[in-house]
């Protein structure tokens, strides 16, 4: 892509072709020459799409009908809706430009294929049949499908392998046979027929398979697009726009300890009751009654500590001291157990400073097993177990009915926000949107602590709303001369907009 | 056969004997070269070894079976683990550019360990096993093996005694060598039936359609429950274990009475399934009680980090196991209901048969003539006589039809290759 101002070439015939589709895989990047404001404007509402298919992704089930209104919605107010040719184009230019953003870091580039993949299921979902088979063809996705006689022999397998699948849907509709590579999200949830390395996938299932087609494609082009990345940022126009774009989306990861020291550890038994939140208090519980946890409860358990703001020093402490209660004597406990806490503050090894795990970690990685206590108590535990633990707690009976109707619908993290409505006394609006353990207790100690900053949340959802589609343009008549006030300007309004609290 | 008496204090006398006269060098060697298809390969492997005092060393590399016996016999490892094959040689890794030194291919394994079953074993439990509980590997080797061929098509599978308390699977094939991360986890996962830890009461949950995999899995364990579950566990005699069954009965099952009368086995068992079979005809939820308590007290527990990781290291096979003596042999998977993990030879075994002359090595010349014929190097004879003399032999038997198998895929290999080199 070549940058000059406000020059714009018209659609070549590569481009009208590529564009007479809805979708696209992103196969080719955009070759035309666009102005810079153009530049940041796609970039900026391509960033909130995929900031809104974040959280809604966290807040409702996806697909459900809620969350395909809800993003609907929000494709049509940030200018995105994709039946005009002009907004395809915008949709081509603001992927290949975020992509320059999103390549630099596993983390980066993991959040951004994410949001990716969860906006192309949604677009590739909205197509008819007939488009989608389209769509596979004309991006040479030529899956092979299996004989009649094949489908009959093995009927009986293939209707209880999925779904949703009768008789009449073997006879009458194409069944694929992939190599079981290329199916893992299929194969990984048991929903498809194995035999000899291949997954035999019905028609209905061939959007998982495409997804995990786009999204290996993805992954490889940002690790080439990293590789060109040097010459990208030797351009002093793009370059403080792209690393702005790439440090706002993360919002809090807790790896940056705030209040170091300014908790003590005999603080931490009370806290664990009032703020922390279900996973950690079952943790605390747990080490105090056995004075030892295992490997993947002293991960979860002391990132978290650690994101709270205790020291390393204070960590050691709190460890020791329990252990020693336990069967391990001091000497050992600094032989086996003191390096890995160390580690875990980024001071021995590969001296990676480690972050606190995020609910989506705790829920989707590393599940409980026999003698473990880590996990998401509302993900892995029993519901009885977790009825009984509410009621121990002083949940409400009518509170833990809620929570238990999230957890069957398996809305964890909601479960989790009810919890802390209920033991906090809160109503359901003045909640936030709950993705991290340490965010739990942030929040949790705002309220207790005192009003100031609840009035600055509920500032910000207000400013979402004024910011989307007004101020692009605005900033977009900005003199491109001025380009490093401008883009201090057009990073303002990224921070507010990314200000979750 | 019984072990003579091992005593871990006899290790670093041992050991040195074993490396020198006993180690399968020659068929490590073949196993891992998988037949110098791709360069290199046994090179960047990586290796690591638990010396005397629990000295850990990681990143060991070596360029031929030579430099491997060697080493090993200078060291003499009271442990050997096999990690990756990496992009560049382990032991040089530190001089290579940081983020370029990376883990590419290795096989996919699987370790299953008995303690993960301390839940639903009566007879033992932590390290102990026993011939009533050692039933649970046979059932878990059965199902995994049948649906690494059959669902996966995995050709050569390799499975190892861990030499204490559990198996190890070593699946070899170059599909499963070249097996991503996100790969291994959708296979380990597909295989997980058993989900939960000490806060989860129902371990397993199962919901319409029974997909064939569950089916057949099932198929093994009916096999097996009637002798194993009911008999040595005695799952339905003692109350204990009586409570933990019914806790895994949905509440609306009214039999206890009747139950309670009965006092035979065979015949509780039978009044919980016909009490699952009527529910099946009637209501959607909780239906299938029956087969989730056979599944939670007999289907595989894997630990899935051990399978996930392409880079990490599992112990190998014929490597030493200090606690128990016994040596890492691999598992004949067709005679496996014969399989006793306490006639493994313990490396106080055999270390003192090859001092012992046997009587059927006369028989043995007619096959000792034609290896003579074969091998041209006189160490190689040598170490063969030594270990056909011990209890060891049919262990390397077993080894030696697993590669066999291996080595007709390899030839093609090679001819592929060959023939592409040859159109240019």
Known sequence: ?501 | MPSSDYDPACLPDLLPLYYRRLFPFSQYYRWLSYGGVQKNYFQNREFSFTLKDDIYVRYQSFSTQSELEKEMQKMNPYKIDVGAVYSHRPSQHNTVKSGTFQALEKELVFDIDMTDYDDVRSCCSAADICSKCWTLMTIAIRILDRALRDDFGFQHRLWVYSGRRGVHCWVCDEAARKLSVAARSAVTEYLSLVKGGDETVKKVVLTEPIHPFISNSLDVVKEYFSRYALQDQDLMGNKESVDKVLALVPEDILFLQEFEKEKKPEKRWKLIMTEAKRKQGTTKKGQYFEKEIMLQYCYPRLDANVSKGVNHLLKSPFSVHPKTGRISVPIDVSELDKFDPFSVPTISLICEELDRPRPSEEKETSEDAKEKEDEKDAAEKRKIRDYKRTSLAKYIKCFDQFLDGMARSWKGELLRKSDLQKEF
């Not at chain 1, 809620?66 to 395809?88: G, T, W």
């Not at chain 1, 020291?261 to 080490?287: E, N, T, V, W």
């Open chain 1, 1 to 501: 892509m070549q940058f000059s101002s406000r020059r714009k070439k018209t659609g070549t015939s590569l481009q009208s072709e590529l564009y007479g589709q809805h979708l696209q895989f992103y196969g080719q990047p955009p070759l035309e020459n666009i102005s810079l404001s153009e530049f940041e404007t796609f970039a900026v509402e391509r960033l909130k799409l995929l900031k809104t298919v974040e959280s809604l992704g966290v807040s409702y089930v996806k697909l459900t009908d809620q969350y395909k209104s809800k993003l609907e919605k929000e494709l049509k107010a940030l200018n995105f809706p994709y039946s005009e040719f002009e907004k395809r184009r915008k949709d081509h230019i603001s992927h290949f430009i975020l992509r320059l953003a999103y390549c630099q870091t596993e983390d980066l580039r993991r959040w951004f294929i994410q949001q990716e993949v969860d906006l192309f299921r949604f677009r590739f979902g909205d197509l008819d049949p007939k488009q989608q088979l389209e769509f596979l063809h004309k991006n040479n996705l030529h899956y092979v499908t299996i004989s009649s006689e094949e489908k009959m022999e093995l009927k009986d397998q293939l209707i209880n392998s999925s779904f949703g699948i009768s008789g009449i849907t073997v006879k009458e509709h194409e069944f694929y046979k992939v190599p079981f590579q290329d199916a893992l999200d299929l194969v990984r949830s048991r929903k498809v027929y194995l035999k000899q390395g291949y997954a035999y996938i019905p028609h209905q299932d061939i959007v998982t398979i495409v997804l995990n087609d786009f999204r290996t494609r993805l992954s490889k082009a940002l690790a080439l697009t990293a590789r060109s990345l040097p010459a990208v940022h030797s351009d002093e126009r793009l370059q403080p726009l792209l690393n702005h774009l790439s440090h706002a989306y993360v919002g809090q990861d807790y790896s940056i300890q705030k209040n170091v020291g300014k908790i003590s550890l005999d603080q931490i038994d009370s806290l664990s009751g009032k703020s922390f939140p279900l996973c950690m208090r079952q943790l605390h519980q747990a080490l105090r009654e056995n004075h030892h946890l295992r490997h993947g409860g002293r991960m979860q358990y002391g990132l978290f500590l650690k994101g709270i703001g205790l020291s390393l020093e204070q960590a050691l402490q709190f460890w020791k001291s329990e252990f020693i209660r336990g069967k391990v004597d001091a000497d050992k406990f600094d032989k086996a157990y003191a390096y890995s806490i160390r580690h875990m503050f980024g001071k021995e090894g590969k001296r990676t400073d480690y972050t606190p795990y995020s609910c989506m970690k705790v829920i989707l990685s590393n599940p409980p097993s026999q003698g473990d206590h880590h996990g998401c108590p509302f993900r892995h535990s029993d519901p009885e177990l977790l009825k009984q633990k509410l009621q121990v707690y002083k949940v409400s009976p009518s509170g833990i009915n809620q929570i238990l109707e999230l957890v069957k619908g398996m809305h964890y993290q909601l479960a989790c926000q009810k919890y802390f409505e209920l033991t906090h006394n809160v109503s359901e609006d003045a909640a936030f949107s709950l993705n991290h353990p340490n965010q739990y207790f942030v929040e949790s100690q705002k309220l207790l602590g005192g009003g100031k900053d609840v009035k600055r949340e509920q500032e910000t959802p207000q400013r979402l709303q004024e910011n989307s589609a007004p101020r692009g343009p605005t900033a977009a008549q900005e003199v491109a001369a001025n380009s490093s006030q401008h883009v201090a300007e057009m990073t303002e309004d990224l921070d507010s907009f990314f200000q979750d609290a």
